[in-house]
């Protein structure tokens, strides 16, 4: 190719991928050949052969413009995502392309059941904003060290204070602020095991665990877990005996997606039986304080007595999801756990932190907090009564003790993933139930979120669901 076809060709290129889009300038004349160092006259023979070409047009006076298509040729030059429905009927499953084209679903407008997350409505968005401008200023003024591990000395104290307020002491030098729960998890996972090793999770478990193990060049050993009582503890230890166990990753409080909060007297054996092979847990903890009781539940980390227990939390399912703000408790594994988060990522945002601290230190989070537990509570409740009443005999459902995610099993011979298509295409999204461990086990599950408030549309998609799976029978 000629130099100036050469250059046509990276534009056109560059307008085909979006980077400059229709109807907007393109950089000029002499723009172009200061910055591709060509001549003036090798531009102007490439911007011809783009404008004979239909793809930019001159304006005079003005310069060149990208061309605007006719609609019909512009929606067909776009490369489109699979549709959910044909995913899910496709012959290969990938869990995290499926759960992201879900979540591409949900924004574009169908009924949120399937979404992982709560009700963006529940969350006190403005107090939080106007802390947030309040110390945006303070936080220019503070340089890049100001946010550098473990986090925000405030935003520390005020953890620390919510522990204690919650039955649980901690030594705030151990807290680690982190980018949301997931980065907890991830350091966590990479300070307890190098690739290779056998990591025991629950199963079902939430599918960013998963993918976070295999991520890691790890090996995910799925232990059977009751909906009641959570994981086996007799399996568990069968596994570290016999597999030879690295570390474990547990949800002990509303587990997702079986929602059951594991007794106290659970958390205690299973503390003594991991200290008793020195195996080290990472305890997933979000859901903590979306109790649905009168008392707050017990984290492993209250039976802790050897630095085994890496709990890892987050102000995202109660707070605010969009500043990402989580934290972790890591035991002997603090100092690892503290490196690798300024390898990884250097440091947490100063303004989110500052403005969570803020709103923790000034607000009402405990009064924000049972209005949230009211809400979901409520909605568990009608949820799960609507599935029994619309569903068809053999639908069971799980009893969720706090959080906002049902778990539903269908009757036998119906596949969650064919009623995810068929779901996707009246416009409802779900969690299919193979998301949730690396086989098949539960391909007869979904996972409901039942956060949003319930009006006719939930209701109508509850009831919708429902007459699919009885024509799927």
């Avoid at 300038?25 to 490439?46: D, E, G, N």
């Avoid at 298509?69 to 496709?90: I, M, T």
């Avoid at 986090?151 to 602020?177: C, F, M, T, W, Y």
């Avoid at 295409?425 to 039942?450: P, V, W």
Wanted: aromatic share 8%; with cysteine.
């Amino acid at each position: 190719m000629k130099l100036y076809e050469t250059l046509a060709a990276d534009i056109a290129s560059q307008i085909a991928q979006g980077v400059i889009r229709e109807g907007e300038k393109i950089p000029s004349v002499r723009q172009t050949s200061q910055h591709h160092s060509l001549s003036v006259s090798t531009v102007i023979r490439a911007f011809l052969l783009l404008e004979s070409q239909g793809v930019i047009e001159s304006r005079p006076q003005s310069g060149y413009f990208v061309r605007r298509k006719p609609q019909a040729a512009a929606a067909a030059s776009v490369s489109e995502p699979p549709a959910p429905a044909d995913l899910a009927r496709g012959a290969s499953f990938d869990a995290s392309e499926f759960v992201l084209t879900t979540l591409r679903s949900i924004k574009q407008g169908s009924v949120p059941l399937g979404s992982p997350y709560p009700d963006p409505a529940m969350f006190p968005w403005t107090r939080l904003n106007q802390y947030a401008n309040s110390v945006a200023r303070r936080v220019g003024q503070m340089g890049m060290t100001a946010d550098l591990p473990p986090g925000n000395p405030e935003l520390i104290r005020q953890i620390a204070r919510r522990h204690l307020e919650n039955g649980l002491a901690v030594d705030a030098s151990e807290i680690i602020v982190t980018t949301g729960a997931t980065e907890a998890l991830n350091l966590c996972l990479q300070a307890v095991a190098p690739p290779g090793s056998v990591i025991a999770v629950e199963s079902p478990t939430y599918y960013a665990l998963l993918q976070a193990v295999q991520r890691m060049g790890m090996q995910a050993l799925e232990i059977d877990t009751d909906p009641l009582q959570g994981i086996q503890l007799e399996a568990l230890e069968r596994a570290i005996v016999e597999r030879g166990v690295a570390a474990c990753i547990v949800m002990p409080n509303f587990q997702n997606p079986l929602g059951f909060q594991m007794s106290d007297e659970r958390k205690r054996a299973m503390f003594e039986l991991l200290a008793r092979h020195d195996v080290p847990v990472i305890e997933n903890d979000v859901y903590h304080e979306l109790y649905y009781g009168d008392v707050h539940p017990t984290s492993l980390k209250n039976y802790d007595t050897r630095g085994l227990v890496l709990h890892c939390n987050s102000f995202s399912k109660t707070l605010s999801p969009a500043n990402r703000i989580g934290w972790a408790l890591p035991g002997r594994y603090k100092a690892q756990v503290e490196k690798l988060k300024f390898l990884n990522t250097l440091n947490t945002p100063a303004l989110p932190q500052l403005a969570i601290a803020e709103y923790l230190k000034n607000d009402g989070y405990d009064y924000h907090l049972r209005k949230v537990r009211k809400a979901y509570a409520q909605n568990a409740s009608i949820m799960a009564a609507a599935v029994r009443r619309f569903f068809p005999a053999g639908t069971q459902v799980s009893s969720p003790m706090g959080g906002y995610l049902l778990w539903v099993t269908l009757p036998d011979g119906v596949r969650a993933l064919e009623l995810y298509a068929r779901a996707q295409e009246r416009g409802i999204s779900i969690g299919a139930g193979n998301t949730f461990a690396t086989g098949d086990a539960f391909q007869h599950c979904i996972r409901l979120n039942y956060s949003y408030p319930w009006n006719s549309e939930v209701e109508t998609a509850v009831r919708t669901l429902g007459l699919l799976v009885q024509e799927m029978l």
